[in-house]
Structure formats: C-alpha cells, structure tokens
C-alpha cells in the first residue's frame, strides 16, 4: 500500500501570513493527489484535484503544487471559515490512502 | 442534482454483521464509482473500498477479509456489509463519487455506527 506522510499534525495562523501543509507519498503517485477541507460535523469537501487544480466553486486563496513524490496545500492569507482539517488522498493506485490530517486553527 | 444519503442501524453488537446503505440520485450506479470512506470518533479519514460502474470493486488492505461492497443499480442503492465487528469499527460512514473517477467530489452526510460490547 502507498503511504502518506502529511506534516503538520497541527498548526495556527494568522490572516496575514502564508499557511502551507504537505504530504509525501511513499512512491511516485503521478498527479493523482487531492486535498479535502473537513469541517466539524461535516463531510469532507474536495478543495484541489490532479494536485494543482482547483475544485469549483474554491475560492483562490488555495493552491495547491507538487516537487517529485512531495505535495503542497498552501492557503494564502487563511480566513477564519478555512480553520478546519485538511487531508490529502493519493488515487494512483487501489487501496486509496489518506494522509493523516492537519487541523488549522 | 447529485444526491447520496447513508442509511445505517446507528448500534450492532460486537461481532456482529454492519450493513449501510447508500441510496443515490441524480446520476446512474453504471457510470460512477461509490467510494465507502469512514471517520472513527477523533480520528483521520479511511477510505474503505469502491464499488465501479462496471461492477467491479477494491477493497481497503486491512478490511478486504470481512467486508463486501455490491449494489443494486434498478434501485440505485450501494451496499456496504462488514462483518466480525468490533468496536473499533465505531465510526460515521460516508459514501462518496466523483466527476473523475480519481476523486471524491460529492459525499453523503453520513451514517453513525456505534459497537457495543
């Protein structure tokens, strides 16, 4: 099974500042990574697709990049709806794996 | 519209068999992969299995021996059934598709199974 490492566990923010999460695959997973933003009590929501795309209707603020088996969900200037937890999903090959899961506060 | 609602029996017994249903609209079974994906209380997300439009499914590594995933497309229904449950297996079960077969876009509410010992 491919793993994910997602780092960090946990992190706060200030509005002003640039707030990035990461996930690094166990072997090479192409662009089949994606980012979902679950709130509490809720299901989660797909924020960023073939590892750079947005999903509609996802303000800009997010983006999303990749360096070889390492991925990146940066959240520019986070506003306080985006606190949260954030996981990454690779879908390269079957059984899909989650990374761990950030929460951002 | 895409619509996708879990219907589960909310408290099994350890042991037990689970079965959730997840009843869709807005789309054909035929033509969309249903993901089962689960959140045990505090925990990360798991994703369980899929059930593909062309009937064929994948399983998580750790559940494959005790769990089914099948369908019945004329009532556009997805079956979810574990078995040998234990309480660690409490947790909410989402069922979930995407617009590409390589995402999870659309997610039902999900259903909340307690194990009791």
């Known amino acids: 099974d491919i793993q994910m490492t997602q780092s960090p566990v946990s992190l706060s923010a200030s509005l002003e500042e640039i707030v990035t999460v990461t996930c690094k695959a166990s072997?090479?997973?192409?662009?089949?990574l994606s980012w979902y933003q679950q709130k509490p009590g809720k299901s989660p929501q797909l924020l960023i697709y073939d590892a750079t795309n947005l999903a509609a209707g996802v303000p800009s603020r997010f983006s999303g990049s990749r360096s070889g088996t390492q991925y990146s969900l940066e959240i520019s200037r986070p506003q306080v709806d985006d606190s949260g937890i954030y996981y990454c999903l690779q879908s390269y090959s079957t059984p899909w794996t989650f990374g761990g899961g950030t929460r951002l506060e | 519209q895409v619509q996708m609602k879990e219907t589960g029996p909310g408290l099994v017994q350890r042991t037990q068999t689970l079965s959730v249903t997840c009843t869709v609209s807005?789309?054909?079974?035929?033509?969309?992969?249903v993901h089962w994906v689960r959140q045990a209380p505090g925990k990360g997300l798991e994703w369980m299995g899929v059930?593909?439009?062309?009937?064929?499914?994948n399983y998580n590594s750790g559940l494959r021996s005790r769990l089914i995933i099948s369908r019945d497309t004329s009532k556009s229904q997805v079956f979810l059934i574990m078995n040998s449950l234990q309480t660690d297996d409490t947790a909410v079960y989402h069922c979930?598709?995407?617009?590409?077969?390589?995402?999870?876009?659309?997610w039902g509410q999900g259903a909340s199974v307690t194990v009791s010992s």
């Open positions: 979930a598709i995407g617009s590409f077969w390589y995402v999870m876009d659309a």
């Open positions: 059930i593909w439009g062309d009937g064929n499914t």
């Open positions: 072997q090479d997973i192409d662009t089949y």
């Open positions: 807005g789309f054909s079974l035929a033509s969309y992969g």
